[in-house]
T-cell receptor
Framework: GENVEQHPSTLSVQEGDSAVIKCTYSDSASNYFPWYKQELGKRPQLIIDIRSNVGEKKDQRIAVTLNKTAKHFSLHITETQPEDSAVYFCAARRTNNDMRFGAGTRLTVKP | EPEVTQTPSHQVTQMGQEVILRCVPISNHLYFYWYRQILGQKVEFLVSFYNNEISEKSEIFDDQFSVERPDGSNFTLKIRSTKLEDSAMYFC?????????FGDGTRLSIL
């Protein structure tokens, strides 16, 4: 089955700096790659997603890149703010109905 | 904005007892999912449901688990004989196509 690896497990940055989180996946049939933000005790919330026919997608301070050949994708957050502090999960969907998550990255943005 | 709702928010059950977790997906969504998140760990896919039947299930979803859509609005997860290791947050999600919307989760505590 699909295996999603996520790095780093923790990331601490100064406010205003950029943060990059990387994920790799194993199944070349995966075609949809969402990123979720989860605050403590809350539900995962979709922040951005990318499909396999696109190499990059940007939404304000958040961008995601996908390298299908290497089977990796990355989340980029620019101009980080303290409210960006949360756990971020990448995921890869192998079929229409089976989505596997990475282990998560705890991002801390220091004011 | 429509939301996925889950009840109860917290369920405490004795080991060996049956438990039913309830979810009301977003009304026009066709795909339904259950995920599990053990405290401090990643979100794990359990099962997906489409057209009144299971479409995918993970290795976690063994014979102790079952899902049902008893009427036009509810989607339930039943654990037949709970074990201590079933203690986790259980998230329901629904989607119209690819983007999955998560509920707030049910925290299941097995004593």
């Amino acid at each position: 089955g699909e295996n999603v690896e996520q790095h780093p497990s923790t990331l601490s940055v100064q406010e205003g700096d950029s943060a990059v989180i990387k994920c790799t996946y194993s199944d070349s049939a995966s075609n949809y790659f969402p990123w979720y933000k989860q605050e403590l005790g809350k539900r995962p919330q979709l922040i951005i997603d990318i499909r396999s026919n696109v190499g990059e997608k940007k939404d304000q301070r958040i961008a995601v890149t996908l390298n299908k050949t290497a089977k990796h994708f990355s989340l980029h957050i620019t101009e980080t703010q303290p409210e960006d502090s949360a756990v971020y999960f990448c995921a890869a969907r192998r079929t229409n109905n089976d989505m596997r998550f990475g282990a998560g990255t705890r991002l801390t943005v220091k004011p | 904005e429509p939301e996925v709702t889950q009840t109860p928010s917290h369920q405490v059950t004795q080991m060996g007892q049956e438990v039913i977790l309830r979810c009301v997906p977003i009304s026009n969504h066709l795909y339904f999912y259950w995920y599990r998140q053990i405290l401090g760990q990643k979100v794990e896919f359990l099962v997906s449901f489409y057209n009144n039947e299971i479409s995918e299930k993970s290795e976690i979803f063994d014979d102790q688990f079952s899902v049902e859509r008893p009427d036009g609005s509810n989607f339930t997860l039943k654990i037949r004989s709970t074990k201590l290791e079933d203690s986790a947050m259980y998230f329901c999600a629904s989607s119209e196509n690819q983007e999955q919307h998560f509920g707030d989760g049910t925290r299941l505590s097995i004593l």
